[in-house]
């Protein structure tokens, strides 16, 4: 795939992805890299253009990452955020000091709009920008020229245009900052030369290609959970090499109403050898009497990974596995020594399990966004490409305590009217997951005449942008309203109805 590349290079910022994401919707390609690449490796690659994330050190300690001065003289266009703005100053003779008040949060900036990156008629002289810093530039470097400040600041950007190099104290790819997608679409197409040609479309055409030409007359196998990664990376393989893929849908019983059918459905006609192994009774079985979070996961884990591998089996030698990573989890795998919360369980992750040959990971260098535009560039159904998350081990952790048919029921009934109520008002496109939990627990009501002694049904919804962090979502009373009392009145054994307002942390999203 031979597109023009910008290089993300980062020097651990918090928002290293969310600039890679601002790149990639201006229509460019970028990757993000460390810091600690190789200057020789980064010329390989022949970016048209680098940028520099922020991070969280000073750089004028010892041990802050840095990266050699012989970038500057690429003659490659480079522009400095925060972190990397500092440290431009920094390498080319500036200097950077301790600031006596550190700028956080929304700030008036003052934009020189002779500078390439500010020049734009929309962008007004004088417009808020997203500060985080407690380091400023005291002296800029020889060459240079100010080009934005505040009232704190004295440099809240600079240019050297001559050696096209930009750097901005403020974060441009954070959506607080007024007009700050067009300095980065600006510093990409007037400065670096962009022309912007990195669509789904073209990345479909070369994708199925080179998975065509990889593939063969081989067997190529894939573990359909539903999700959107594996939904789309199915339908690109299923474009690609046809009935030579085969998808193994493992329906464990715990899919929300009606959703084993829709997955199925929305494959029907695609030319694809689809597999939809119905093995309720069988994950059933294994969970009578376990009301353990972790243990209900961990046999939910085991049980999948055995009934995928016997379904495998009968398939006969398989070449190549596709796993649906995405790019999110490459760029996260680079430090991923966080505390487990929960094991998740993740239908990518077979490879000890099955035999092959090669992995294929179609969907590697994207992000959720595009690969959600890959997959209605492909025609794959809405309810696939616009599905929310949803666990692996399914509505079985979402069922407190003990798992029988008939809790299962009443959840699948519930949920359903709490996704219909939402959708109707118009709310599913703003809250990016929403769910109903069955508690295990009981209370009074009075229903009619008579007493009732029933289960408490919680709902949930929330939002967030990466799903590490959440809010709950405000959803209106009104709406809450109606969604109680449809409940009540529809689904058999639910008397209450409550509405989870904790964030995430201290909560998670899932209740097990
Ligand atoms: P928590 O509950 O940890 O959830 O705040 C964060 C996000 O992850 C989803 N989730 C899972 N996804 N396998 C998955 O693929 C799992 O086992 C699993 N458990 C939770 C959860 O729905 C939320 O979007």
Not at 296 to 322: H, N, P, S, T, Y
Not at 389 to 403: K, S, V
Not at 492 to 498: Q, T, Y
């Amino acid at each position: 795939m031979s597109h023009q590349l910008v290089i993300v290079l980062d020097f651990g910022g918090q928002y290293n992805q969310l600039i890679a994401r601002r790149v990639r919707e201006c229509g460019v390609y970028c990757e993000v890299k460390s810091y600690k690449t190789p200057i020789e490796e980064l010329k390989k690659m022949s970016p048209v253009g680098i940028i520099f994330t922020g991070g969280p050190n000073s750089v004028y300690k010892d041990d802050s990452p840095t990266c050699s001065k012989e970038i500057f003289e690429l003659r490659i266009p480079i522009l400095g955020i925060c972190y990397g703005c500092q440290l431009m100053a920094h390498l080319l003779g500036g200097k950077v000091t301790s600031a006596v008040t550190s700028e956080y949060g929304k700030t008036e900036t003052y934009y020189d709009k002779s500078c390439a990156i500010f020049g734009a008629e929309d962008l007004p002289e004088k417009a808020i920008s997203w500060m985080s810093h407690t380091d400023y530039i005291e002296k800029i470097p020889d060459g240079f020229k100010v080009t934005a400040h505040t009232d704190c600041c004295p440099t809240a950007a600079m240019e050297c245009p001559e050696r096209k190099l930009y750097a901005v104290q403020f974060h441009p790819e954070v959506n607080h900052t007024e007009h700050g997608a067009g300095m980065i679409d600006r510093f990409l197409k007037n400065v670096c030369g962009c022309v912007g040609d990195w669509t789904m479309e073209k990345y479909a055409e070369t994708a199925i290609k080179n998975i065509r030409e990889k593939v063969g007359d081989g067997k190529v196998l894939l573990a359909l959970s539903g999700g959107v990664d594996s939904s789309v990376a199915a339908a690109l393989l299923s474009k690609a090499v046809g009935d030579k893929l085969t998808c193994i849908f493992v329906d464990h019983g715990f899919m929300r109403k009606n959703e084993g059918d829709e997955i199925e459905q929305a494959f029907a006609g695609w030319g694809l050898n689809f597999v939809r192994v119905n093995a309720k009774e069988q994950f059933m079985s294994r969970m009578r009497g376990v009301s353990d979070p972790e243990t209900k996961r961990k046999i939910i884990g085991e049980e999948f990974i055995r009934v995928f591998e016997q379904e495998a089996k009968k398939i006969g030698k398989v070449d190549f596995l596709v796993q649906g990573t995405i790019y999110p989890d490459i760029i996260e795998s680079g430090t991923g020594d966080a505390a487990v919360i929960k094991s998740h369980h993740n239908v990518g992750g077979l490879p000890d399990h099955v035999d092959f040959k090669e992995i294929i990971e179609p969907l590697r260098m994207l992000f959720k966004d595009e690969v959600r535009a890959l997959g209605r560039e492909l025609g794959l159904a809405d309810v696939l490409v616009n599905r929310q998350p949803f666990p692996g081990p399914g509505l079985a952790i979402r069922i407190i305590g003990e798992i029988t048919d008939e809790k299962l029921e009443i959840l699948q009934d519930a949920d359903y009217i709490f996704r219909e109520e939402i959708a109707r008002a118009g709310l599913d496109k703003n809250i990016h997951q929403y769910f109903a939990v069955l508690t295990n627990m009981r209370s009074v009501g009075v229903m009619g005449d008579g007493r009732t002694y029933d289960y408490t049904l919680a709902l949930r919804g929330v939002v967030t942008t990466d799903f590490m962090t959440a809010d709950f979502a405000k959803i209106p009373y009104e709406v809450l309203e109606v969604c109680a009392s449809r409940i009540v009145n529809e689904v058999k054994s639910i008397n209450r109805v409550v509405y989870d307002v904790t964030t995430k942390p201290p909560a998670t999203i899932e209740w097990e």
